[in-house]
């Protein structure tokens, strides 16, 4: 469809951009603050770029009042923030630490001071390591009880001032790299354990919002998903075929179950003829429909193409963690999909697809699907930059990049999509979890490597002051 001119973005329309704990804060054990699975992940050798972690990250905890200053000279209208579980409950449960909670009163209170208005994650990956110990965190039923009290905590005590929640950042990322790759924590290649840690990461999401009903009544909440869109190969019956086995398994498989709570059918027929579904308990279909999120969240980063795979095909595949273009090896699920390189389309040094136009396809496909209003809660570029002689970032590529992907959804807003906000990754620089601090996605650039922690100065690049004037721009227009 194409437009003869385009709406503009509602004067509600809230321009931001985003962070998780683990990549930002530091102070991993200051405060209180108890060991999550990412402090004991990332020191165990080889699991990461270079063996980094976010011990000290950039440092965030101790320079919030430096960050958020920041933030208000550009002007941003809301910031995505994860708060640590381990800053709260620093063994997951029983014992609240106050000092955790207090950090969080302030961050929140100084964005509301510069009408930023807050946008909480309750979980960006940094499980405790003692409900891993105690149980196995999300292979065990247990977590239900105890995620849903920390979530009502953190609802108690922010949800006067934080209107805007997001649940579980990413489950397909977390549960997929951590159960079925073994690249996050815990570590493991086992499909049936993911599906049966999946199911009941669905019943705590749910669990959760089911109680933020009676806790916050006028805030809004759901999850935040990595869609990646995909298309077919070529227009081959085989390739539309194994498009829809992807976009089912891959995609409906997460939002089917957010919004109806229920699984789609061919890909639960398919799951149960592999033996590895999940176990849906009596009661579990009246939990997973009683937590319909407000909204989806999404986190758009690429499309994904896709051909026929056969059942002796391609499965795992490598991913590429230096930034070495090429080195991701091919993947797919055999009998499903194989995914395919799209020759329509450039790629980063990480080899990850970069359509803009994908990010309109993800809002319609939604849209048409769920009929719920969407928040983008990430997008973004991650590249080398370089810090010039003078001390400055000519990150024109990032412009590049988020302005073609701005410019897609107000394509969308105009089809008729209901998109709420719209959250870059990242604020400034931060620690990736597989990738080091050399990927960089930050509109603020941290002087600080893999090896040199430096004086982590913030300074400003220019994709800064692009996005403060589109955002000045957009205001004037609403
Ligand atoms: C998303 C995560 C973010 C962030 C981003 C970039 O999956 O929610 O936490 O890391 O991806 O990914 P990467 O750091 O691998 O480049």
Redesign the pocket.
Known sequence: MYHASLNPFPSTFLFGSAS?AY?IEGAYDQDGKGPSVWDTYTKLEGTTFKNTNGDVAVDHYNRMEEDVALMAEMGLKTYRFSIAWTRIYPTGAGEVNEAGLAFYDRLIDLLLQHDIVPMVTVY??DLPQALMDKYGGFESRQIIEDFTTYCETLFTRYGDRVKHWITL??QN?FIGLGYRNGLHPPGVKDLKRMYAANHIAFLANAKAIASFRNLVPDGKIGP?F?YGPIYPADCKPESIIAYENAEELNNHFYMDVYVNGEYPDMAMKYLEREGIAPTVEPGDTEILKAGKPDFMGV?Y?QSGTVSANPLDGVGEGKMNTTGKKGTTSASGVPGLFRNERNPHLETTN?DWAIDPAGLRVALRRIHNRYKLPIIIS?N?L?EFDKLTENGEVHDDYRIDYISKHIDEIQKAITDGVDVLAYCT??FTDLL????GYQ?R?GFVYIDRDETDEKELKRIKKKSFYWYKDLIARHANEG
């Not at 990736?432 to 990738?435: F, K, P, V, Y």
């Open positions: 998780a990549q960006h990956w950042n990413e990322i935040s990595a986190n980063y990480w990430e973004g991650g990754w990242s990736s979890w597989l990738n990927k996605y």
